[in-house]
């Protein structure tokens, strides 16, 4: 069910205080091979965490051995100090990893993810005792414990699999707020033991992202931190198409992609806006995602009212192809809005559940796309009111 | 103190039982002369109300007499039947002044705002009853009623006045969500006695807009019914120069500004957030209105949190020319972050009381923008998951 479900894979998690509360707070999965294939894509922020820099780095080697991450801190905004912090993150992984376990691993070969405030300096006092207890807790079934590892406001830990014949795709994510576009706050480690290269793992990783973790978007708010790596090991010596793998990564992202979506901060409904009918895909995805983010619409939702007319106000701000007085709207299947006007009676939408399904029909084509989303609640004030202090 | 202030104006405010509330809804503002020139600014929203396609076509005739607003009902999203609702408003609107007030006004010469729920037809019934009062009511001390009378849920009436040498500009607005760039959601009329010709109050009134109106942002959220109206009498007999006219009513406009970030819903925080050293005026914009707009830092001010690490991570989602490693900000006077990374300890920063003071320094050339905003509270989400319903 995790990133230890593909063969070749070990993972553990444990607690090295950076967390006030005591629970486990670093996490290292650990590629043994044969293959060390890899892709990853990152936040589209212009402020990049030290981890984020770094991991870029790494990639660019065309390895990665092992992916240690730490909640408990961001490690963003911490200037020239936070990246010789990642640096010696890693190097002590690499130095960890050869002496205790006979690995013939560099730092260069070691990604590294953090997660929690931004701003401030990590405790590496307490964080590379945590990476040497990490190696020793290392293990064939340790991948829902670095999955607990990684959580900051997460309540539940995620994780995902996808079973092929002979081989599959496993996955750990974390991720409650901070959820947008070009990747929500999320710490994301995808492992599979089919055998690929680079370039086809970043073919089906972008492929994979675009159309899932692309397509959340909680609040609106891009991380500095936002990463999502996918690392083969080869070890079921199947080699399946570009197409196979694409799917496969596809499900697990998705899979992952929702249960980040239901367990956003605050959270009480769970919102698809499908948009219908674009002249084209990009135009789909901008009405969804203008749709997805307006507080207005998300308030309403919130409050259990169809107010499809913040919906068209939303759609009013976009530069896709419409025209207002053709514009459909249906909420939990029934079309409140026709042609930009009133139609069936908003008393008839049962928003009593915790999904919501929106429907948006353009009529300008034959282009759609699906945006995630939630509603904007009290306690997602609450959480992000006194999430620092 | 508002649009009766200036000679030539006379207005009224009446309740037409529009609102169930039974205050007042229905407003109109009536210009004297002997000059009827006027300029208009409208909502981006491409999903506009009837009454603002209306009054932009009024505006190409180059006159308005009358100003007729009512709250309780936007006459947004409301198809063909909604624009004739509007068209029959401003006839019977100057049908009342003909017969009952002997002027000289035709239908095109009647502009028209509404505020309220979109996506409902307005009950006809109650509201041209409603405007043959108001036209009844009218009166060259009336101004105060007709700002009441645009109220949705605003908390106060909103009245400015500048006082030049022989001539005056007065104004009255409503506004307290759905405020957000390319205008707030408004109403705003404007009154001058001063002379000039619509070219003249064209440029005056864009200019003052620029860089109030289109400067405040309470939840990003923009409306299909933003109107700025400004109307001239020429009853001074004084012909001020396009600059001073522009001075004059950009110090109305901002006044007015103000007291829509002042009033608006749920806000506990009145935040100016001033982008210094940018590349250029449109870079500074862009990162104002960005981090006015991110969730996560208006909650963070909620909750009396100098979280300037959400500040970074919002600027860091613009294309604005900036250096992560350059970027320093400031909170109620304290810089907090100093070349992108933590400076002077947050816990200087008082935030006890309502007014928040962000500088934001990109250090990349000599211009400044300042955006104002507030923050996001428990009590914007009740008013909103409560609106309508």
């Known amino acids: 069910m995790t990133v230890t479900h593909p063969k070749g894979f070990r993972a553990s998690g444990v607690a090295a205080g950076l967390k006030t509360s005591g629970n486990p707070d670093v996490a290292l999965v650990l590629n043994d091979g044969p293959d060390y294939t890899a892709a990853g894509v990152f936040t589209g922020n212009r402020v990049k965490a030290a981890p984020v820099l770094w991991s870029q780095q790494v990639?660019?080697?065309?390895?990665?051995?092992?992916?240690?991450?730490?909640?408990?801190?961001?490690?963003?905004?911490?200037?020239?100090?936070?990246?010789?912090?990642?640096?010696?993150?890693?190097?002590?992984?690499?130095?960890?990893?050869?002496?205790?376990?006979?690995?013939?691993?560099?730092?260069?070969?070691?990604?590294?993810?953090?997660?929690?405030?931004?701003?401030?300096?990590?405790?590496?006092?307490?964080?590379?005792?945590?990476?040497?207890?990490?190696?020793?807790?290392?293990?064939?079934?340790?991948?829902?414990?670095?999955?607990?590892?990684?959580?900051?406001?997460?309540?539940?830990?995620?994780?995902?699999?996808?079973?092929?014949?002979?081989?599959?795709?496993?996955?750990?994510?974390?991720?409650?707020?901070m959820l947008a576009p070009a990747l929500a706050t999320m710490l994301v480690v995808i492992t599979t033991d089919a055998s690929a290269d680079n370039e086809t793992l970043d073919k089906a990783l972008r492929a994979a992202t675009r159309v899932t973790f692309d397509r959340i978007d909680a609040d609106g708010c891009m991380s500095t931190n936002d990463t999502v790596l996918l690392l083969a090991s080869g070890a079921s010596d199947r080699q399946p198409s570009l197409e196979e793998l694409t799917a496969a990564v596809t499900e697990v992202c998705h899979d992952l992609a929702q249960q980040l979506i239901g367990d956003a901060e605050g959270a009480t409904k769970h919102?698809?806006?499908?948009?219908?009918?674009?002249?084209?895909?990009?135009?789909?995805?901008?009405?969804?995602?203008?749709?997805?983010?307006?507080?207005?619409?998300?308030?309403?939702?919130?409050?259990?009212?169809?107010?499809?007319?913040?919906?068209?106000?939303?759609?009013?701000?976009?530069?896709?192809?419409?025209?207002?007085?053709?514009?459909?709207?249906?909420?939990?299947?029934?079309?409140?809005?026709?042609?930009?006007?009133?139609?069936?009676?908003?008393?008839?939408?049962?928003?009593?559940?915790?999904?919501?399904?929106?429907?948006?029909?353009?009529?300008?084509?034959?282009?759609?796309?699906?945006?995630?989303?939630?509603?904007?609640s009290h306690a997602y004030v609450h959480e992000n009111s006194a999430y620092s202090s």
């Open 59 to 177: 990639l660019k080697g065309g390895v990665i051995r092992a992916v240690v991450l730490n909640s408990g801190g961001a490690n963003a905004c911490t200037g020239s100090q936070g990246f010789r912090d990642t640096h010696t993150t890693a190097e002590h992984t690499a130095q960890i990893l050869r002496t205790q376990k006979k690995l013939m691993v560099g730092p260069g070969d070691v990604a590294v993810c953090s997660t929690g405030l931004i701003g401030e300096l990590l405790p590496m006092g307490k964080l590379l005792p945590g990476v040497t207890a990490a190696v020793k807790a290392l293990a064939t079934d340790g991948g829902p414990k670095a999955a607990t590892a990684i959580m900051t406001t997460d309540t539940v830990a995620k994780n995902a699999v996808f079973q092929g014949e002979g081989w599959s795709v496993g996955g750990i994510a974390k991720g409650a707020g």
């Open 271 to 376: 919102i698809a806006i499908e948009v219908k009918g674009a002249a084209s895909e990009a135009d789909a995805v901008q009405v969804g995602r203008t749709v997805a983010g307006n507080n207005l619409v998300k308030t309403a939702f919130f409050g259990n009212d169809p107010n499809w007319g913040r919906i068209l106000a939303a759609v009013g701000t976009t530069d896709a192809a419409f025209e207002p007085d053709r514009i459909d709207v249906a909420i939990n299947g029934v079309w409140v809005c026709k042609n930009g006007a009133a139609a069936e009676d908003r008393k008839k939408v049962d928003l009593a559940g915790r999904n919501v399904d929106v429907t948006i029909h353009l009529h300008e084509g034959e282009m759609n796309a699906t945006i995630w989303t939630t509603d904007l």
